[in-house]
């Protein structure tokens, strides 16, 4: 529209389309697998990308981790503390086109024999 003292125009009408990306989720960061001192702390990065945002989630087996109305988007850090055994921990990203999941083994170290 331009408007000035002589009048008003109006220009022809155009059209605007938008489209809307949709990628299904993909792990950017997936977590790594690490070793650990018996009782010693780590921490398991994941990061999930997508369109729209995946929440992500941890797990140990069956067990949920991260309760369902905490769930981050996009990225979920696991604080491990006190580790004495060795576990696989999933990290599962998850969108409306789809869920997908990587898992990390956390290895508690042998403590070598003290000498005799």
């Known amino acids: 529209v331009a408007t000035n003292s002589a009048g008003t125009r109006y ?3 155009a059209n605007l ?3 809307v990306r949709r990628v299904a989720p993909r792990f950017s960061i997936p977590p790594s697998s690490q ?3 018996p009782g010693g702390s780590v921490n398991l ?3 999930a990308v997508g369109a729209p945002m995946p ?3 941890w797990m140990m087996g069956a067990e949920e981790l991260t ?3 905490e769930m981050p988007v996009g990225r979920n850090v696991l604080e491990l503390s006190n580790v004495m055994r060795s576990a696989n921990y999933t990290c599962v990203a998850i969108s409306s086109l789809g869920m997908i999941e990587a898992t990390a083994q956390v290895t508690v170290k042998a403590l070598p024999k003290p000498p005799i």
């Open 11 to 13: 220009s022809a009408p």
């Open 17 to 19: 389309y938008v489209r």
């Open 35 to 37: 070793e650990v001192m």
């Open 45 to 47: 990065t994941c990061v």
């Open 55 to 57: 929440y992500v989630k």
């Open 67 to 69: 309760k369902e109305d």
